[in-house]
């Protein structure tokens, strides 16, 4: 019995458990050993009645490794107000399945560094401290760009997450420090390893260890717009785009706020989170895809002076985020776009403002693995008691004149 336990959290779901949740065809295409037709539609539309609904399913076609570069083609074509449900792969364009070890995974990233490290940089940024650096693609794999009509520069891109549906099994790893010396403590855990986890997706929870459960709490560890810069730009940092932001704050029933950077603003998304802490610290959380994340798309042209900088709302909270290489000046930032929030949208003087940031904003570790590291401060609506504050506590930014 014991040797039994122990076989199972070694290896959590094996090819077998894999075949029984997913199906034989969605285990073949996720392994890379069946091709999708070519003749197949880049893009899938399910109509609903008012014709709004889009779905988005990923392969080959519809799909990048971890990277944005704002001349690839739009998969998808939507307008203001519509909804899209979005299927995301499994990292490493799905060959990431139950079973994988750390050796598969050195030798498929391995082809993706060989094919994008060339041409591929970190998105150099004065405000988040990031330099222009030879960077291959990340090891996530993003669903789209999906092109909104209305949206142009200047703008700022609403983003409800609306619903989460999470796929039964994700991972967790931590690469050995011969390949990739990352994670906040590489020196002491030199030795790689991939960890397989069944995510029950009914109970909401999955078994780490014996006896030890960890909730699931399934958000888009990467969601983002194209930069603005032509060039293929590593999916690694987060920036003023969005992109790796790894928040685990910005699950179902959060509303997400980009500033558009080009035409269309060209949003894609992946890197599916299933759980994780405040401060993803080993490298990744557990990860895996997402059967489809629903996300109604919104072109805001109110907005242009009270955000210019990526931006969430809860039903409880505003999240104000800050990324930097250096964590403190993530803090800084953090508390600089609170302020700026509180004092353009409720009016508080912005010394007053920093007073209240003190006493009630908590201040959240996003992540410290993706070269600008995270900090996220999270502004509590329960606090504007006020009547005049009653319809600015809505989960919608209120429209601004």
């Given amino acids: 019995m014991e040797n039994s336990k122990k076989n199972r959290f070694e290896e959590k779901i094996d090819r077998r458990k894999f075949l029984k949740y997913t199906g034989t065809m969605g285990t073949a295409l996720a392994m890379g050993k069946l091709s999708v037709p070519k003749a197949h539609a880049v893009e899938t539309k399910r109509m609903d009645m008012t014709g709004k609904v889009h779905i988005l399913g990923c392969n080959e076609m519809t799909s990048t490794h971890g990277y944005w570069d704002n001349s690839t083609k739009p998969v998808l074509h939507m307008k203001s107000g519509e909804i899209v449900h979005v299927e995301t792969g499994t990292h490493l364009m799905s ?24 041409k591929c940089f970190f998105y150099p940024d004065k405000k988040t401290g990031a330099e222009k650096k030879v960077k291959p693609a990340g090891h996530h794999h993003l669903t789209g760009p999906i092109y909104i009509e209305e949206a142009k520069p200047g703008d700022i891109l609403q983003i409800e997450i609306l619903d989460i549906q999470a796929n039964n099994y994700g991972f967790n790893l931590n690469p050995p420090t ?3 010396k990352l994670g906040v403590l590489a020196d002491d ?58 928040n685990a704050d910005m699950v179902s029933g959060s509303v997400l706020y980009f500033p558009v950077h080009v035409k269309g603003a060209c949003l894609k998304t992946g890197d599916a989170h299933l759980a994780q802490g405040h401060g993803e610290v080993n490298l990744n959380a557990l990860e895996g895809a997402f059967k489809n994340i629903t996300l109604r798309l919104t072109v805001r042209k109110d907005l242009k002076k009270l955000i210019d900088w ?18 403190y000046k993530s ?13 353009k949208y409720y009016g508080i003087p912005k010394l007053e403002a920093y007073a209240f940031c003190s006493q009630a904003v908590d201040l959240h570790v996003t992540q410290l693995v993706d070269y600008t590291k995270g900090i996220h401060a999270m502004i509590p609506k329960s606090c504007f008691v006020g009547s005049q504050f009653t319809e600015k506590n809505a989960l919608l930014i209120q429209k601004q004149a």
């Fill in 95 to 118: 060959k990431m399945v139950p079973g994988a070890t750390i050796e598969d995974w050195e030798r498929w990233y391995t082809e993706v560094i060989k094919e994008t490290k060339p």
């Fill in 178 to 180: 011969s390949f990739l």
């Fill in 189 to 246: 855990f030199p030795q790689g390893k991939v960890r397989w986890y069944y995510a029950n997706t009914r109970k909401m929870k999955y078994e780490f260890l014996p006896g030890v459960e960890i909730p699931i709490k399934p958000f888009p560890g990467t969601i983002g717009v194209e930069l603005p810069e032509k060039g293929m730009w590593s999916n690694v940092p987060p920036g003023k785009h969005g992109g790796n932001m790894d």
């Fill in 310 to 327: 990526p931006f969430c709302s809860t039903p409880t909270h505003w999240m104000a985020m800050g990324f930097h290489t250096d964590l």
């Fill in 331 to 343: 803090c800084q930032m953090a508390v600089r776009q609170a302020i700026k929030f509180l004092n």
